[in-house]
């Protein structure tokens, strides 16, 4: 096997690579030409590029305003998923009466997708007054069972030597949890972390519905709504979604491993 | 609780302390369990309730059994489109799956440079989809789309082809960027189940003379199988959930040609403001859900996505 040549896979992906990385070199290349975006035949690379239509997009849209309501949601977002998914799911690694009704409680609203209940989780949101607002924005993204099952996974893979050493050394219940099985469960920090951002940054159908004003709007949002009345006219919509799309296409080159790990922890869970 | 209480009576010191362990336990789930009554079960719940009623936000709910339902199965050519839609976009997924296995393949063997691959191949999973939908539509822009330019280029065609505006490639256009989205994730599921092979199995079969066609389809396939139905659920999900990328490309259109099911559940609700009717739908949409779940579980011999209970 070892001696066969690799050139003929090396093509193959080459040429995969390239036809996954293609669209992005398009609208990167359109944000940036200085043409009339509708010559033909287009130019493969662009001509006369320049920044324009970025410095178009800062004063056409509210943008700084639409990253600082996604930062705010998705912030909110992880900090709830973080704390009450290691909540949840330490209580999850004791044994009380219930837990098995607990366990199949979880196990059947994952099969619940979100989409499927939008219409009375819109009525719902409106009967307890937080249309238009963060909480309503964030709320039903407040905790994952997928990502309390990472915890709780996290959790049970800690020793029990190390917990009762500890408990010998008269640790209490609480400093247990926060200096001992917490750090440990740093891995499943990180998949809660990039999961919630993952959802909650990337999330478009719940914010539609559930904003009114233009001031409420996130990210995604304000991309659909610069589309509904800009059409496909101008270099600046391309603009807009590089931008939009560099803050998550950054972080996840930075955090690689983390990410792909995340993701396919919680595919694979759930 | 009872028994609890009468323990905690009793006083003795134990007692009391597992008790409070209780609670605390409890404490401990509340919140989450709060928020999935909340935004899971109950909404279940109320939309079956509100399936069988006529009602709208200002007037009383009035009982009208399973008027909706009728209404849906007889009268709506709309649900059975958007229906055959979602189906539509639901049998792609295997297509992606193909390619991906095929990536994973190559990706998996001992080449340089294969980080940088799985990392190009996924790069497009984790974006936002509703600019990955804006990206596609300029790709598939009639005038100056880069895959007319192609076309073109290559004397395919004569006239540019309006992909997106056309009956017939709207929806494999939306099944395309759906795949390009998911293909680099559906690798790196079955790369981590090509891992698990081992690859001893490999050696005895090359031994006794098995080429590699026959080591493919007897060790490599059975024993992806779990990969491959894991895949398929979530292709299947990430597929009929899609509203995002359908609502940006197309909005559905032209005319009813890319709906689906969810799409059309929004459009019931939020522009007609049906919800009665919305609800008959999503109800339909769940048991759709359901039922291709139960059905893939029952291929795969197994539990393909299930959480292990301890």
């Known amino acids: 096997m070892r001696q066969k040549r690799t050139w003929p896979i090396h093509v193959a992906l080459i040429s995969v690579g390239a036809v996954m990385l293609l669209p992005f070199y398009w ?14 035949p287009p130019s493969v690379i662009p001509r006369d590029p320049n920044p324009f239509y970025y ?5 056409a849209i509210p943008f700084a305003r639409y990253f600082l309501n996604s930062v705010i949601v998705s912030g909110m977002t992880i900090a709830a998923n973080v704390v009450l998914n ?41 009967k ?20 309390i099952f990472v915890y709780k996974a996290s959790f049970d893979a800690v020793p029990r030597s190390l917990i009762d050493a500890a408990r010998v050394d008269g640790l209490s219940q609480w400093t247990i949890i926060w200096r001992v099985m917490l750090p440990l469960a ?25 904003t009114r004003t233009p001031e409420m709007q996130t990210l995604p949002l304000g991309l659909a709504r610069f ?14 979604c590089i931008m939009v799309l560099a803050p998550g296409l950054l972080l996840f080159l930075m955090a690689q491993r983390e990410f792909v790990q995340g993701l396919s922890a919680g595919a694979t869970k759930g | 609780m009872i028994e609890a209480a009468v323990k905690a009576k009793a006083g003795s010191p134990a007692l009391r302390r597992s008790t409070r362990r ?40 009035v009982f009208i059994g399973l008027d909706n339902y009728q209404e849906m199965l007889f009268d709506d050519d709309v649900f059975w489109q958007s229906l055959w839609n979602t189906l539509g976009l639901i049998s792609s997924a295997p297509i992606g799956i193909a390619l991906a296995l095929g990536l994973a393949l190559l990706v998996n063997s001992e080449i340089r440079g294969r980080e940088v691959y799985r990392t190009t191949i996924f790069l497009s999973y984790p974006l936002m989809t509703v600019a990955v939908a804006i990206i596609w539509r300029w790709m598939f822009d009639e005038r100056v789309g880069l895959i007319n330019y192609v076309v073109r280029s290559l004397h395919l065609v004569d006239t540019p082809i309006p992909f997106l505006n056309s009956f017939t490639w709207a929806l494999p256009c939306v099944i395309v960027a759906n795949i390009w989205q998911m293909l680099g994730f559906y690798m790196v599921i079955i790369l981590s189940g090509l891992q698990t092979i081992p690859r001893n199995l490999y050696e005895a079969a090359g031994i006794d003379g098995a080429n590699a066609f026959h080591r493919f389809i007897r060790i490599t396939v059975p024993l992806l199988k779990p990969s491959l139905f894991l895949c398929f659920v979530i292709g299947m999900l990430n597929s009929v959930t899609s509203f995002d990328l359908v609502y940006v490309m197309t909005g559905g259109g032209p005319g009813r040609a890319t709906e689906i099911l969810i799409t059309y559940i929004y459009k019931l609700g939020f522009n007609q403001t049906r919800f009665d009717y919305a609800a008959a739908v999503t109800v339909t949409f769940f048991i759709l859900l359901l039922g291709i779940t139960y059905l893939a579980n029952r291929l795969s011999g197994g539990n393909a996505g299930a959480v292990e209970r301890d």
């Open chain 1, 27 to 40: 609208v990167l290349k359109t944000s940036i030409s200085g043409d009339n975006i509708f010559t033909y």
């Open chain 1, 55 to 59: 410095v178009d997009v800062w004063y």
């Open chain 1, 86 to 126: 290691a909540m949840a799911g330490y209580a999850l690694t004791q044994t009380f009466r219930g837990k098995t009704f607990v366990l199949l409680l979880f196990l059947s609203c994952m099969m619940i997708p979100f989409q499927a209940t939008i219409i009375p989780a819109y009525l719902i949101t409106g």
């Open chain 1, 128 to 147: 307890l007054g937080l249309l238009d607002s963060y909480l309503g924005l964030s709320l039903p993204m407040f905790s994952t069972i997928i990502c």
């Open chain 1, 186 to 210: 740093r891995s499943a920090t990180a998949t809660n972390v990039i999961l919630s951002f993952i959802w909650s940054w990337n999330n478009f159908m719940w914010p539609l519905i559930v």
């Open chain 1, 227 to 240: 589309l509904s009345y800009q059409e496909d006219t101008t270099g600046a919509l391309y603009a807009f």
């Open chain 2, 22 to 61: 209780a609670i605390l336990i409890w404490a401990f789930l509340a919140p989450s369990l709060l928020i999935f009554l909340l935004y899971r079960i109950l909404p279940l719940l109320w939309n079956v309730v509100l399936s069988f009623e006529a009602w709208s936000p200002l007037k009383p709910a």
